[in-house]
């Protein structure tokens, strides 16, 4: 099966990628690495800044629509999946939708129904735009609400989830928000992660630590996902404990050197909003350390475990931030057995060979499905 796979969020494509190739299939990236993180694709399509880098990048785009043909399956990461207008986009997905046998909608981060659904049915007890029943009126959230709601990316976004053969949640709070409306396309899929060979930092035998907490803050997106929050409550845990717990912290940095940066950590504070693990603290999870962040019992039920509950949940509150770090501080007995499930969590539900095969099996279905 010819593969084509357009943009990126996180990683993963790319990672996916490698877990379709493993599988016998051929597979093609096209993205822009997720602008800073610069992770692996085989055609760039990154743009420079300023008028000029936008014409350049409009003149590449359009010069490698004649490579972007001929696929069995293509997969957009999102409706914007390249870094032009939505009203150049559209008519770049009905030619992608014309030369080629399936497209796929990926329900990977922000779109229109992630901003929508929050904002008036509200599936979550808590999303990045509700707290309950009340709205989030920060200027972050309010910023992505003004970006999607009324706007031509709405308009891309109904026009793709409608049109295309299948989307693919891969968390289950995007399932939440596109699964109602699109019951016989959508399926849930976790995100892809590929095995690693690091030593956990807490095993039988090792000279006792501090506990190594770890960090990351994206540019522009820290009120909105609440790590300015997750910050302040582990700035607070380290002065109250500073010779049990260290504190690192990477911002705006390439992949390669936040992956450098994080390892040898014990827990990694990550999406104060979110209810599951995304890529990132997956990532660290598949390195034995500890996801502090959401693992509600959604997360869980949706991929059907009944035994393994390695991250430590907290509320979108400083104050449940702060509790379990204490708890962590002061428990540092327990990381050996967390740190050890949270590898086993990702080999189970997140390998990325086991990943790619289901997404293999959604592909040649497309009529959509639901998971169990």
């Given at each position: 099966?010819?593969?084509?796979?357009?943009?990126?969020?996180?990683?993963?494509?790319?990672?996916?990628?490698?877990?379709?190739?493993?599988?016998?299939?051929?597979?093609?990236?096209?993205?822009?690495?997720?602008?800073?993180?610069?992770?692996?694709?085989?055609?760039?399509?990154?743009?420079?800044?300023?008028?000029?880098?936008?014409?350049?990048?409009?003149?590449?785009?359009?010069?490698?629509?004649?490579?972007?043909?001929?696929?069995?399956?293509?997969?957009?990461?999102?409706?914007?999946?390249?870094?032009?207008k939505a009203e150049r986009i559209a008519p770049i997905y009905k030619y992608l939708r014309k030369h080629n046998k399936k497209v796929f909608l990926g329900a990977f981060g922000m779109?229109?129904?992630?901003?929508?659904?929050?904002?008036?049915?509200?599936?979550?007890?808590?999303?990045?735009?509700?707290?309950?029943?009340?709205?989030?009126?920060?200027?972050?959230?309010?910023?992505?609400?003004?970006?999607?709601?009324?706007?031509?990316?709405?308009?891309?976004?109904?026009?793709?989830?409608?049109?295309?053969?299948?989307?693919?949640?891969?968390?289950?709070?995007?399932?939440?928000?596109?699964?109602?409306?699109?019951?016989?396309?959508?399926?849930?899929?976790?995100?892809?992660?590929?095995?690693?060979?690091?030593?956990?930092?807490?095993?039988?035998?090792?000279?006792?630590?501090?506990?190594?907490?770890?960090?990351?803050?994206?540019?522009?997106?820290?009120?909105?996902?609440?790590?300015?929050?997750?910050?302040?409550?582990?700035?607070?845990?380290?002065?109250?404990?500073?010779?049990?717990?260290?504190?690192?912290?990477?911002?705006?940095?390439?992949?390669?050197?936040?992956?450098?940066?994080?390892?040898?950590?014990?827990?990694?504070?990550?999406?104060?909003?979110?209810?599951?693990?995304?890529?990132?603290?997956?990532?660290?999870?598949?390195?034995?350390?500890?996801?502090?962040?959401?693992?509600?019992?959604?997360?869980?039920?949706?991929?059907?475990?009944?035994?393994?509950?390695?991250?430590?949940?907290?509320?979108?509150?400083?104050?449940?931030?702060y509790n379990a770090l204490e708890w962590m501080a002061t428990h540092l007995d327990e990381m050996p057995r967390l740190q050890a499930e949270s590898i086993a969590y990702t080999e189970r539900y997140h390998h990325y060979v086991k990943v790619a095969q289901q997404y293999l099996?959604?592909?040649?279905?497309?009529?959509?499905?639901?998971?169990?």
């Amino acid at each position: 099966m010819r593969i084509l796979l357009i943009g990126e969020y996180s990683n993963v494509h790319a990672t996916l990628a490698e877990g379709l190739r493993a599988l016998g299939q051929q597979v093609t990236v096209v993205s822009n690495g997720d602008f800073w993180k610069d992770y692996p694709r085989d055609i760039d399509l990154s743009r420079r800044p300023g008028k000029w880098g936008g014409l350049a990048y409009l003149a590449k785009t359009m010069a490698t629509l004649h490579k972007l043909r001929g696929y069995d399956v293509v997969q957009l990461i999102n409706p914007m999946f390249l870094e032009l207008k939505a009203e150049r986009i559209a008519p770049i997905y009905k030619y992608l939708r014309k030369h080629n046998k399936k497209v796929f909608l990926g329900a990977f981060g922000m779109d229109y129904y992630w901003v929508h659904e929050n904002i008036t049915r509200m599936p979550l007890r808590y999303s990045d735009f509700n707290i309950g029943n009340r709205l989030r009126n920060d200027e972050p959230a309010m910023r992505e609400r003004r970006d999607w709601i009324g706007t031509a990316k709405e308009s891309l976004n109904k026009m793709i989830a409608e049109d295309c053969d299948g989307i693919i949640a891969g968390l289950y709070e995007y399932w939440a928000c596109y699964g109602p409306l699109f019951p016989h396309k959508t399926t849930f899929i976790p995100f892809p992660i590929k095995p690693k060979t690091q030593p956990m930092a807490y095993q039988e035998g090792n000279a006792p630590h501090p506990l190594r907490l770890f960090i990351g803050i994206s540019k522009g997106r820290s009120a909105y996902k609440g790590t300015d929050i997750m910050l302040e409550a582990a700035q607070a845990i380290k002065t109250k404990y500073p010779h049990l717990v260290e504190l690192r912290i990477a911002e705006g940095v390439p992949f390669n050197q936040y992956t450098q940066m994080m390892n040898g950590s014990d827990a990694i504070l990550d999406q104060l909003y979110s209810y599951t693990p995304s890529m990132n603290p997956l990532e660290a999870m598949s390195r034995g350390i500890i996801c502090v962040g959401g693992g509600e019992p959604e997360n869980y039920d949706i991929l059907g475990d009944n035994d393994l509950r390695p991250i430590i949940n907290v509320e979108p509150t400083r104050e449940s931030v702060y509790n379990a770090l204490e708890w962590m501080a002061t428990h540092l007995d327990e990381m050996p057995r967390l740190q050890a499930e949270s590898i086993a969590y990702t080999e189970r539900y997140h390998h990325y060979v086991k990943v790619a095969q289901q997404y293999l099996d959604f592909y040649q279905s497309s009529s959509g499905a639901t998971p169990k």
